[in-house]
């Protein structure tokens, strides 16, 4: 019987920790949600290598430390209302609800929505709330959200969920492709909005978020 205790301290000591993760909320999160629960049962011996892992077609769970990363760059509060975009089976949900004070999830697939719901209730989760919705655009009946996390890679952060920031708020996402792909932070102060890059990073892209197509001469 592998002993999974054992794995998650040891990815959080050789994987996070070693990326400049510092945050002792964040370490803690990592430390308490077993990953393990989160992917398929042929891939739960692996559950914490540093890769990511496919949860469905086209659909993985990011690996361990630029999601640490992510969630270390929007600096959550217990107070915060926390809006995920891709819910994927749960995972960084998990994580999320150990650092805000209540998440909201969305996910466009069914059988994806109805994994998360089943795994987070069973492990007693209850501050996370998964919604079927299309991904780009939110879910604007719980907004503003102080915190708005982007699971996964996209090409642009759409206006639809800009919008949906209170002020202060903040929204984490990784744009672009592959290694050149950058972690932004927006920041929303007095209505107008502030965008800053901070650490180039490659995750799997998240579907839905392409670009329209636009005429150039």
Do not use: W
Not at 74 to 88: T, W
């Amino acid at each position: 019987m592998m002993d999974f205790e054992a794995a998650r301290t040891k990815m959080v000591d050789n994987q996070i920790r070693t990326t400049d993760v510092t945050s002792h909320s964040v370490l803690q999160a990592f430390l308490s949600v077993p990953r393990e629960e989160f992917v398929p049962a042929k891939l739960k011996p692996i559950a914490y290598i540093d890769e990511d892992l496919e949860i469905a077609t086209g659909r993985y769970l990011m690996e361990a430390s630029p999601l640490a990363k992510l969630l270390q760059l929007a600096r959550i509060g217990k107070d915060d209302l926390a809006l995920e975009v891709g819910c994927g089976t749960g995972y960084a949900a998990a994580l999320l609800s150990q650092l805000a004070g209540s998440v909201v999830s969305v996910e466009a697939d069914e059988q994806l929505c109805s994994q998360a719901v089943e795994i987070l209730s069973r492990l007693g989760y209850d501050n996370v709330a998964v919604v079927h919705g299309e991904m780009e655009k939110g879910y604007p009946t719980e907004a503003p959200y102080d915190i708005i996390f982007v699971n996964g890679a996209v090409e642009e952060v759409p206006a639809a969920l800009i919008e949906q920031l209170r002020d202060g708020g903040r929204l984490v996402a990784v744009v672009g492709h592959g290694n050149a792909a950058q972690a932004r932070l927006l920041t929303k102060e007095h209505g107008a909005i502030s965008e800053t890059a901070h650490f180039n990073t490659s995750v799997k892209q998240l579907p839905g978020f392409q670009k329209e197509p636009s005429f150039v001469f």
